[in-house]
Nanobody, 112 residues
Framework: EVQLVESGGALVQPGGSLRLSCAASGFSFSRYRMNWYRQAPGKERELVAN????????TYADSVKGRFTISRDNANKMLYLQMNNLKPEDTAVYYC?????WGQGTQVTVSS
């Protein structure tokens, strides 16, 4: 059974940092591209970043380029999203995705 479990969301002040984690199980993690999405209240879910199977290829939404970094640990089946210089507009539920599978999400709130 495929499982994706996100963690690391929190309330943080503007300019702060967070590191999100996604623990994967039930599939050959190291063989697949992995994705982070987010959904803000009243908005559609959007792709934030993705990373190739080996970790060398990454893409980012324009809104997070230069502030967020996606990475992975294939040995431990973990996906990460380092978020720096957070802004109020980054407030959303963040989801890990593989193929058609989604995690339950983790809430990130950026507010003073």
């Amino acid at each position: 059974e495929v499982q994706l479990v996100e963690s690391g969301g929190a309330l943080v002040q503007p300019g702060g940092s967070l590191r999100l984690s996604c623990a994967a199980s039930g599939f050959s993690f190291s063989r697949y591209r992995m994705n982070w999405y987010r959904q803000a209240p009243g908005k559609e879910r959007e792709l934030v970043a993705n990373i190739g199977s080996s970790g060398f290829t990454t893409t980012y939404a324009d809104s997070v380029k230069g502030r967020f970094t996606i990475s992975r640990d294939n040995a431990n089946k973990m996906l990460y999203l380092q978020m720096n210089n957070l802004k109020p507009e980054d407030t959303a539920v963040y989801y890990c995705r593989y193929d058609t599978y989604w995690g339950q999400g983790t809430q990130v709130t950026v507010s003073s």
